[in-house]
């Protein structure tokens, strides 16, 4: 069975750093691009970084690039989310994410519990 655990979220003051973790099981860890979703309340779940699965591409929503960086670590089935210079919109729970192709015809998106970041003062 496939599970992604996220951790690492809290509260921290604008500007500060956090790094979010995703272990990841039950799959082929190191053939699959993994993903960081986030929603805040009232707002639609939306993507926020992506990698492929040998880290050779990255991907990243407009309002995070030049803070954000995805990585990941294929030995330890682990996926990482580097956030700098927070903001208070960055405040939301973050999702860990694969998208699996099932028999060949259907993609199924699996997710993590989340992890809430609040960003405030």
């Known amino acids: 069975q496939v599970q992604l655990v996220e951790s690492g979220g809290g509260l921290v003051q604008p500007g500060g750093s956090l790094r979010l973790s995703c272990a990841a099981s039950?799959?082929?860890?190191?053939?699959?691009?993994m993903r960081w979703f986030r929603q805040a309340p009232g707002k639609e779940r939306e993507s926020v970084a992506a990698?492929?699965?040998?880290?050779?591409?990255?991907n990243y929503a407009d309002s995070v690039k030049r803070r954000f960086t995805i990585s990941r670590d294929n030995t330890k089935n682990t996926v990482y989310l580097q956030m700098n210079s927070l903001k208070p919109e960055d405040t939301a729970v973050y999702y860990c994410?694969?998208?699996?192709?099932?028999?060949?015809?259907?993609?199924?998106?699996?997710w993590g519990q989340g992890t809430q970041v609040t960003v405030s003062s």
């Open positions: 039950g799959f082929h860890f190191s053939v699959y691009a």
């Open positions: 994410n694969v998208p699996i192709l099932v028999g060949g015809k259907s993609i199924v998106d699996y």
């Open positions: 990698i492929t699965s040998a880290s050779d591409t990255t």
